[in-house]
């Protein structure tokens, strides 16, 4: 058993990491007027971080740890699940035809993008929390290994604070509830330090841990393809949706190169 000194150093770096997000979240302060040209790129960007992450980190960690199979049935089973939770959510609070955004600040919200943000919310959260986890784990084991792992997932959380605060900036206007949910999204991090430190250690398994990856995965392929990108299209600045994910893409990548 890990001494009480290291147990707090490991939470403090799992901390640091998930709250990062916070950075990427608070982009919406910034925005002073709304503009259909930066929602379009901020989609495509946070797509192409969604899409990045998916298949250069979470589903290629699952198949080398798990082999291909169950890797293969979580990402696949992901992709379901959260497809069964769009079909079941009725049309009515589910709209899949985006009617354009108002520039106007006392437009009612737009329930459709603040739905995408939500939903990004969700599988960034989703994802964060084997992330602290890991990151908790490691630095357990490993302090210097730990601040390494820790300063990595800090440096990628901040482009997915922003995939969860633009949209749903863009849907309501508001710069507080932006930031709220985008930040909340990071402190998925922590709490999966506290419940795998309180509960799961001592039965969470690797092959658990890294089937939740292919799995969590699957979800953000789906939001990317289903939510995003569609969205981001309709507003005819489609060369800018290419860059926008181009260049999530490439920071995701950049960031991972200091691993």
């Keep these: 058993m890990a001494d009480l000194g290291t147990v707090g150093i490991a939470f403090f770096l799992t901390i640091l990491a998930g709250l990062s997000t916070g950075i990427g979240s608070a982009i919406a302060y910034f925005i002073k007027k709304p503009k259909m040209v930066y929602l379009s790129f901020s989609l495509g960007f946070s797509a192409g971080v969604m899409m990045y992450v998916s298949f250069v980190v979470l589903l290629p960690q699952s198949l080398d740890y798990v082999g291909e199979m169950f890797a293969l049935v979580a990402f696949f089973f992901g992709i379901l699940f959260i497809g069964f939770i769009d079909m079941i959510i009725p049309e009515r ?21 603040l739905r ?39 440096i990628h959380n901040i482009p997915e604070g922003i995939s969860v605060s633009i949209p749903i900036f863009y849907a309501t206007k508001d710069a507080r509830k ?8 990071g402190v998925a991090e ?9 509960i799961l250690m001592p039965f969470l398994s690797g092959d658990i841990l890294y089937s939740l990856l292919a799995f969590v995965g699957g979800i953000m392929v789906y939001i990317s393809i289903d939510e995003l990108l569609p969205i981001a299209h309709q ?4 060369h800018t949706v290419i860059l926008g994910v181009v260049l999530g893409m490439f920071l995701m990548a950049l960031s991972l190169l200091l691993l």
Excluded: C, R
Excluded at 93 to 113: C, F, I, Q, R
């Design 190 to 198: 922590p709490i999966g330090a506290v419940i795998g430190f309180l």
């Design 235 to 238: 507003y005819g600045y489609g």
């Design 93 to 113: 609070e589910n709209p899949h035809s985006y009617k354009g955004l108002s520039n106007d600040a006392s437009a009612p919200v737009d329930n459709t993008l």
């Design 116 to 154: 995408t943000g939500l939903f990004t919310a969700l599988a960034i959260g989703i994802h964060n929390f084997p992330e602290g986890l890991a990151t908790f784990g490691t630095a357990l084991s490993d302090i210097k290994l730990g601040v390494v792992i820790a300063l990595a997932i800090a």
């Design 178 to 185: 932006a930031f709220t949910y985008s930040f909340l999204s």
